[in-house]
């Protein structure tokens, strides 16, 4: 079992619709989450991290749930602009360095 | 005014070759990182060092060798290139090496062996 597992879509959506990724880990003691954007050809770059209150910034919404391990990614009113891959992250080991483990991704196409 | 930068961009070289890949970061961090994004687009960590010295080194064969000749560089030094390696290799810095700081990425290397 892959440590940090993502469905890799594609997910095709049309513009305004309300998206959602999930994605789950296997280690228990992974202490930090993140969400990573890439583009095509292009770095990840950080989209948010993810608090155990779960977290919002503007259209995104990010949820961990502990119990189940896993955490999700909500995108609201989805733009074309959004298109890309969507990256989980995770930290496997508790207070540890600062080891990503990524996902395999999720890709996103949002059509007009 | 890159924040993580990598030189070169791409990167073509014959199976055998020695090569080297520069990463320059002018965000004040003090932990740098490899990661290796295969075809199948799999991101792997190789190796992080923090304040020059070595804390992560993943399972990655010895022609692999990092230097951090100071904390705002990182360099990867390939030997006996094979097949396998080509690869886009981005370089990512943090502040800090604890597991919560988040890690910004440089604009990758894409390396072909042929």
Same mark, same amino acid.
């Given at each position: 079992r892959k440590e940090v597992e993502q469905d890799p879509g594609p997910f095709n959506v049309p513009e305004g619709a309300t998206v959602a990724f999930n994605c789950t880990y296997s280690n228990? #003691?992974?202490?930090?989450?993140?969400?990573?954007?890439?583009?095509?050809?292009?770095?990840?770059? *950080?989209?948010?991290?993810?608090?155990?209150? &779960?977290?919002?910034? &503007?259209?995104?919404?990010?949820? *961990?749930?502990?119990?189940?391990? @896993?955490?999700? %990614? *909500?995108i609201r009113?989805?733009? *074309?602009?959004?298109?890309?891959? @969507? %990256?989980? #992250?995770?930290t496997p080991f508790s207070g540890g360095y600062n080891k990503l483990i990524f996902g395999a991704g999720t890709r996103l196409a949002v059509h007009p | 005014d890159t924040a993580v930068s990598q030189t070169p961009k791409y990167l073509v070289t014959q199976m055998g070759n020695d090569k080297s890949i520069k990463c320059e970061q002018n965000l004040g961090h003090d932990t740098m990182y490899w990661y290796k994004q295969d075809s199948k687009k799999f991101l792997k960590i190789m190796f992080s060092y923090n304040n020059k010295e070595l804390i992560i080194n993943e399972t990655v064969p010895n022609r692999f060798s990092p230097k951090s000749p100071d904390k705002a560089h990182l360099n990867l030094h390939i030997n006996s290139l094979e097949l396998g390696d080509s690869a886009v290799y981005f370089c990512a810095s943090s502040q800090g090496r604890r597991s919560s700081y988040e890690q910004y990425f440089g604009p990758g290397t894409r390396l072909t062996v042929t």
């Amino acid at each position: 079992r892959k440590e940090v597992e993502q469905d890799p879509g594609p997910f095709n959506v049309p513009e305004g619709a309300t998206v959602a990724f999930n994605c789950t880990y296997s280690n228990s #003691a992974s202490q930090s989450f993140f969400w990573y954007r890439q583009d095509c050809r292009k770095e990840p770059k *950080l989209l948010m991290s993810v608090y155990s209150s &779960g977290n919002e910034d &503007g259209r995104f919404t990010a949820q *961990l749930n502990r119990a189940s391990q @896993y955490i999700s %990614l *909500l995108i609201r009113d989805s733009k *074309l602009s959004d298109s890309a891959t @969507y %990256l989980c #992250a995770v930290t496997p080991f508790s207070g540890g360095y600062n080891k990503l483990i990524f996902g395999a991704g999720t890709r996103l196409a949002v059509h007009p | 005014d890159t924040a993580v930068s990598q030189t070169p961009k791409y990167l073509v070289t014959q199976m055998g070759n020695d090569k080297s890949i520069k990463c320059e970061q002018n965000l004040g961090h003090d932990t740098m990182y490899w990661y290796k994004q295969d075809s199948k687009k799999f991101l792997k960590i190789m190796f992080s060092y923090n304040n020059k010295e070595l804390i992560i080194n993943e399972t990655v064969p010895n022609r692999f060798s990092p230097k951090s000749p100071d904390k705002a560089h990182l360099n990867l030094h390939i030997n006996s290139l094979e097949l396998g390696d080509s690869a886009v290799y981005f370089c990512a810095s943090s502040q800090g090496r604890r597991s919560s700081y988040e890690q910004y990425f440089g604009p990758g290397t894409r390396l072909t062996v042929t």
